[in-house]
């Protein structure tokens, strides 16, 4: 268990809905990161949060936004929803992630997203 | 931006011999390469990491090679046992602890008894 928390487990909706995946981290870990996980485009790196304020983008698409509340939770936001959506999210957490090299993440155990 | 490349995609070794994963990457800014071990059904867990000061760094039976000149590193595994059988995942950073990781496509072990 790498005490990092995501809700929920599984979610399914249809094309052109809006969801909302939710994310705890680490106790004490301020750095969150999003990474989506399909099949044909592997592990990709979405977006990190450090302290509340955004810190790096990858590759999120516009319909996808992202933020962290004070208690340090985060929430990633998917809105007009395709097919090809369909995919497992992380949430990843690290002590670090202001300014240093060297920032172990740790990943929580996913949101299965099924669009259909 | 980063590109990593992973090989092979599968490997199958007979339980007790060793496993060797290689990965290669682009940016020569890179500085910090992290392995994870994926089950079915979870999340990626990180079991070493190698920093580009260092050029080899074990775990019991796990060690990581990093060759900077080359621009490549290896996971290693020796006397293999069922519960290896996973997919495990290179990655690399730029460092400054801003970006995110960039991953290879994943090489699933299959350890046959």
């Known amino acids: 268990d790498s005490g990092v928390t995501q809700t929920p487990k599984h979610l399914i909706t249809a094309t052109g809905q809006r969801v909302t995946l939710r994310c705890s981290p680490r106790s004490g870990d301020l750095s969150v990161y999003w990474y989506q996980q399909s099949l044909d485009q592997g592990l990709q790196f979405l977006i990190q949060y450090y302290n509340g304020e955004e810190r790096a983008k990858g590759n999120i698409l516009e319909r996808f936004s992202a933020q962290q509340f004070p208690d340090l939770h985060s929430e990633l936001n998917l809105s007009s929803l395709e097919l090809g959506d369909s995919a497992l999210y992380f949430c990843?957490?690290?002590?670090?992630?202001?300014?240093?090299?060297?920032?172990?993440?740790?990943f929580g155990p996913g949101t299965r997203l099924t669009v259909l | 931006g980063e590109n990593v490349e992973q090989h092979p995609s599968t490997l199958s070794v007979q339980e007790g011999d060793s496993a060797v994963i290689k990965c290669t990457y682009s940016d020569s800014a890179s500085n910090y390469f992290p392995w994870y071990k994926q089950e079915l059904g979870k999340g990626p867990q990180l079991i070493i990491d190698?920093?580009?000061?260092?050029g080899e760094k074990k775990d019991q039976r796990i060690a990581v090679t990093l060759n900077k000149t080359a621009k490549h590193f290896s996971l290693h595994i020796t006397e293999t046992q069922p519960e290896d059988s996973a997919v495990y995942f290179c990655?690399?950073?730029?460092?400054?602890?801003?970006?995110?990781?960039?991953f290879g496509k994943g090489t699933h072990l299959i350890i046959q008894p």
């Open positions: 990843a957490s690290s002590s670090l992630g202001g300014g240093s090299s060297y920032n172990e993440q740790f």
């Open positions: 190698i920093r580009s000061n260092v």
């Open positions: 990655a690399a950073n730029s460092g400054g602890g801003a970006d995110g990781l960039t």
